[in-house]
């Protein structure tokens, strides 16, 4: 099914209205939905919305209220997320750390107790616009063995990095082979993974994503993948106050 843009906008509005998103937040939620689905990352868009309700009925999003600002200096800040949407915890992340940049010159805002924020890219693209670089990382919920493993440690853990410039460049990656947005994709369509993407709970390789999401992931490169996920792991968990590794939900 083809939708325009503005009626797509419509339509997302609409549904996190209807599920009891303030509408302040679905403003926010709804532009970075839809910059997802353009930029061609299904997974992380409209897609995305069943396990958003799912999250809302099982008491792991909060759909009202607001974050609250634990740590608040020149350069940097720490905001609680109190559960709320990713993308508007984000978005408000992202947006004070350009205006304290403007008066710093740089600057670094952690979040926590938040949830899933579609595409990381979205928030570098943010900084590009006020003519900044952005840089922005992520730890998800375990879908990575480490290296040599087969057990799901880590997270997907997305970077993002946007720099300004008259043609636009910017990279939106996972540290492993592939987002786990994509594998629940794969397994909705019915389809196969691309090969030497996952490993099934033995250990063993897989193409079916079903079998890939009982077991792991793998990292992106080998080691080099592993060890920046790793990185990215500790700079959004203990660095942040934030959940890290299994504890991640």
Known sequence: MRISV???RKLVNEILINIGVQEDHAKIITEATLDSDLKGFTSHGLGRFPQYIRGIN???IE???DYEIVKDEDSIALIDGKSLFGQ???HEAMMMAINKAKETGI?????FNS???GITGYYSDLAIRHDMIGIVICNTEPGVAPLGGKKAILGTNPIAIGIPSETYIAVDMATAVSARGKILEA???GVEIPPNTAID???NPTTDPEAALEGSILPFGGVKGYALSFMIEIMCGPLVNAAFCTHVT
């Open 115 to 117: 949830n899933h924020f």
């Open 58 to 60: 099982n008491g792991f």
């Open 187 to 189: 397994k909705r369509k």
């Open 88 to 90: 508007y915890i984000a």
């Open 6 to 8: 503005e009626n797509e």
């Open 201 to 203: 709970k033995d250990g």
């Open 107 to 111: 600057a670094a805002v952690g979040t």
């Open 63 to 65: 759909t009202k209220g």
